[in-house]
């Protein structure tokens, strides 16, 4: 009993690692995917309205520069604190707190220092972040956010803030990754119902998922990742 128990214990936390993983890479194409939202034609004009028009224009200047310089070639330590003339996400973040460029400069530095590891920093500047107007990128700061609280062992709020990201998008592999995360969570802290109740929801609400179809590997067809975590906590 206590190897099952045990085993169950190293599966989870190697499940955790790999979704770890995953938002690692996960992490870039969000970053990539703000930029190309964001920088068009060398501004940011879609996604900027509501404020004073030289103030709101001077923190998309900076804002551009950052993204373009550092952010597209993955740069986090300079995109987080400038270079020379150039200001960094954390200085625009606080000299234009009251700018929707200002605002992105807060989830861009939040995804920054998560991906250097500095979790405290990240959840700083992620919770800081206004969620609104863009629903995929509100989703990403959300998924983001719980994957930091997750790492510094926030785990009621990891839950709680995986299921808003899940709610808060209409991609299903998005809102079944932050549900099965939130699932994975439940189950490191022996929650196994609350955790059973969600992997079945998965599987219901988006049988098309990645998690929950079937793969090949070397030829073989493998069952879906979600039947073996709903088998195991059947027993």
Do not use: W
């Not at 987080?80 to 707190?97: N, V």
């Not at 899940?166 to 592999?173: E, Q, R, S």
Request: contains cysteine; positive net charge; glycine residues 6%.
């Amino acid at each position: 009993m206590s190897n099952q128990k045990n085993n169950q214990t190293l599966d989870v936390n190697e499940s955790l690692a790999k979704t770890e993983a995953f938002f690692i890479k996960y992490k870039k194409q969000v970053i990539t995917a703000v930029v190309v939202v964001l920088v068009i034609a060398g501004g940011i004009p879609a996604y900027i309205f509501g404020y004073s028009k030289p103030r709101e224009e001077k923190a998309q200047e900076c804002l551009g520069v950052v993204m373009q310089k550092y952010l597209m070639s993955q740069d986090y330590e300079h995109a987080l604190k400038g270079e020379g003339k150039t200001l960094g996400l954390t200085k625009i973040a606080d000299k234009y707190s009251s700018t929707n460029a200002g605002n992105i400069a807060k989830y861009e530095a939040g995804i920054c220092n998560l991906q250097l590891g500095k979790t405290k920093e990240a959840i700083k500047y992620l919770e800081a972040f206004d969620v609104k107007g863009d629903k995929t990128v509100s989703a990403q700061a959300l998924y983001a956010l719980a994957n930091a609280y997750a790492t510094d062992k926030q785990l009621d709020k990891a839950v709680e803030t995986f299921k808003k990201a899940a709610d808060a998008t209409d991609v299903p592999a998005l809102s079944s990754q932050a549900l099965f995360d939130a699932a994975l969570v439940l189950e490191s802290q022996n929650k196994k119902d609350d955790a059973l109740k969600l992997y079945q929801d998965i599987k219901s609400k988006y049988p098309s998922a990645p998690i929950c179809s079937r793969q090949q590997q070397n030829g073989v067809v493998l069952d879906a990742v979600i039947d073996k975590y709903i088998e195991r906590l059947s027993k």
